[in-house]
């Protein structure tokens, strides 16, 4: 799904890759894809949660009880790169 990027302007894709629970721990993966003058790559959990959290999943705690972790890139997408993110995120139920 096409988002509007953290910064505020501009647009980027979104998806959720998986969401599971196990052992009272919930863990979210979510890719971020797209070309955009500040990148795809955030690493302000509370922008994060606001951003990819709450809307793949609006159960989610605080900001601050939240865990994330990332791998970026870039990959050919057609004829042009395109950088791309895949978040982490884990929290205890």
Same mark, same amino acid.
């Given at each position: 799904?096409?988002?509007?990027?953290?910064?505020?302007?501009?647009?980027?894709?979104?998806?959720?890759?998986?969401?599971?629970?196990?052992?009272?721990?919930?863990?979210?993966?979510?890719?971020?894809?797209?070309?955009? /003058?500040? @990148?795809?790559? =955030?690493?302000?959990?509370? +922008?994060?949660?606001?951003?990819?959290?709450?809307?793949?999943?609006?159960?989610?705690?605080?900001?601050?009880?939240?865990?994330?972790?990332? /791998?970026? @890139?870039?990959? =050919?997408?057609?004829?042009? +790169?395109?950088?791309?993110?895949?978040?982490?995120?884990?929290?205890?139920?």
């Amino acid at each position: 799904m096409k988002i509007k990027h953290w910064q505020g302007y501009g647009s980027v894709n979104a998806k959720k890759l998986s969401k599971s629970t196990k052992g009272g721990i919930t863990t979210l993966k979510v890719e971020v894809s797209g070309n955009h /003058e500040y @990148g795809v790559v =955030r690493d302000d959990i509370y +922008d994060l949660k606001r951003w990819l959290v709450d809307r793949f999943d609006k159960t989610a705690p605080d900001c601050y009880d939240i865990g994330y972790s990332y /791998e970026n @890139g870039y990959r =050919r997408n057609g004829s042009i +790169d395109e950088e791309y993110c895949i978040y982490t995120f884990t929290w205890r139920n």
